[in-house]
């Protein structure tokens, strides 16, 4: 199995991509840590633990607050002695363009976004950095690569996790730890919510290791770089 003896946290897990992603991850020999506030946790608990019931975690953390998520990643490291992938699954959207979106929802997409790119990485990587390797997989939109009916802030906050990719790439690689960015199209459409679960998983495996600093576009073609 492609994740045998791993343990994976999944940050913003909760969601119906999160659980997609523990799910292929559980599938594959992973431990799947999942952050989550508490009040969440009962229907994702019984979906995953009926099947997994060995391997499947729940650690409670605000993602927006650094103390917890430091606090978090001491307790996996205490609990499990390793974390090999971090996934982040930020993904907050809002509406409106630059004339209509209030300074209060710029900075709250943004910092769901974005800033908390940096609490987990911050929290987590002393860790992998400790035992010289692991995975840190971001998830992106396409609203970051080019124009179309997104929010402002959104945009500019997948724009801005794509350079958060390229730069953590390069402060980590003597490390021998990989950072990557999957750039999604639409998650309403299943398949396309397949494929990026799918990516998250080679690039979360050991079968990436001379993947790092890149942004993989799984759109079906809606966009294609030269």
Known sequence: MRMADKT???????????????????KEGAAAVILVDEEKKAGLAEALTGK???????????????????????????????????????DEQSTGGCME???????????????????????????????????VVILTSMAGRCAGDYDIAYGAAKTGAMGFTRGLAM???????TVNSIAAGDLRDAS??????????????DEAPWTTGDCMDVNGGAFMQN
Request: hydrophobic fraction near 45%; avoid cysteine.
């Open 171 to 177: 402060e980590v690689r003597e490390y021998g730890i």
């Open 8 to 26: 994976a946290v999944l940050v913003k897990g909760v969601s119906e991509l999160g659980q997609a992603a523990a799910e292929e991850l559980l």
């Open 52 to 90: 997994y019931p060995q391997r499947v975690f729940f650690v409670a953390a605000d993602t927006g607050d650094i103390l917890e998520m430091e606090k978090a990643a001491r307790q996996i490291e205490d609990t499990f002695g390793k974390m090999d992938a971090l996934i982040n699954l930020q």
């Open 192 to 205: 396309v919510k397949n494929a990026v679960v799918h990516a998250i998983l080679y690039l979360a495996s």
């Open 101 to 135: 979106i209030s300074e209060e929802e710029w900075s709250r997409v943004l910092k769901a976004n974005l800033s908390e790119l940096y609490y987990s990485a911050h929290s987590f990587l002393p860790g992998m950095k400790k035992r010289r390797g692991g995975r």
